[in-house]
């Protein structure tokens, strides 16, 4: 992410407006967005969770990549039937994948490990000609040496990203030779009990509300 202001605002407002599309807003500096986005908004009625109750529950994108053991990995019907966080985003991000991903993995920590095996924390590479299995396993296991990592064709991940309202750019390399990859910067949670995203939480979220909701993602408790 280069400009975390600018991700920061977009989050504020976002949050501010309770019925926003949610687009380019982590880990990249470009604007505008795609009409042909799902559209996310929150809910208000009460829930157990604190992360944002969603008003639309999303189906699990039909995606298939390649996981860090170099094998075929079916999003859907391999997280079936248990609850799932999906973030998108890259290795090489400075600030705000590392983060969230590290935010995510000490809240698992903290879970007894029968609630840890219930949940699939899953990361999708936004930048796969970089983001080799290799690469995606040494990075995840600084997090959750159980955390999947899914790499393959940038196409496919931006089409799923955006049956999510997750919007995704190419990378672009800059003239040091760093790579910017805009993306979203939503985690989503799916509940077992449907394997449709129930609860969004927003680039910033801080470990504390991860180490609330896991438990009762862990459990199946309804949004």
Known sequence: MSRTTRTTRLAGAAALALAAALTLSACGSSGGGDSTAAKVTRQKEDTPYQGTKLAKNFEKPDLQLTDT??????????????????????????????????????????????????????????????????????????????FIGLTGDLAKVKTAARSLGIMIEDPVVNGDGTVTSTHGAQVLAFLPSDDKAH?????????KT??????????????
């Open 69 to 146: 053991s170099g094998q075929p990995f079916d999003l859907r019907q391999q997280t079936n039937g248990k609850a799932t966080l999906l973030f998108f985003g890259y290795t090489s991000c400075p600030d705000v994948c590392p983060t969230t991903m590290g935010d995510i993995g000490v809240a698992m920590k903290a879970l007894p490990a029968e609630d840890r095996q219930k949940i699939n924390v899953v990361f999708v590479s936004t930048d796969p000609q970089r983001d080799t299995p290799k690469v995606l396993r040494t990075w995840l296991d600084s997090m959750g040496s159980d």
């Open 199 to 207: 609860v969004l939480y927003m680039s910033g979220t801080e470990e």
């Open 210 to 223: 991860y180490e609330h909701d896991l438990p009762l993602l862990a459990k199946g408790v309804a949004a």
